[in-house]
């Protein structure tokens, strides 16, 4: 049940247009090397979310 809600947060967080606004403003700000690494990052959270459900 806890591993659902917290899916279900990590979804709407992927899937809001402000997160990838964000996104976008790092990867802007820092560079495309920067911004590789917080998609990296994102990958390996949905990989740890998805493999704990």
């Known amino acids: 049940m806890v591993h659902t809600k917290?899916?279900?947060?990590?979804?709407?967080?992927?899937?809001?247009?402000?997160?990838?606004?964000?996104?976008?403003i790092l990867g802007a700000t820092f560079g495309i090397?920067?911004?590789?690494?917080?998609?990296?990052?994102l990958g390996e959270l949905v990989t740890e979310v998805y493999a704990d459900t």
């Open 6 to 24: 917290l899916w279900a947060v990590v979804k709407a967080v992927l899937l809001s247009k402000a997160f990838w606004k964000l996104v976008g």
């Open 33 to 41: 090397a920067n911004a590789e690494t917080v998609f990296e990052v």
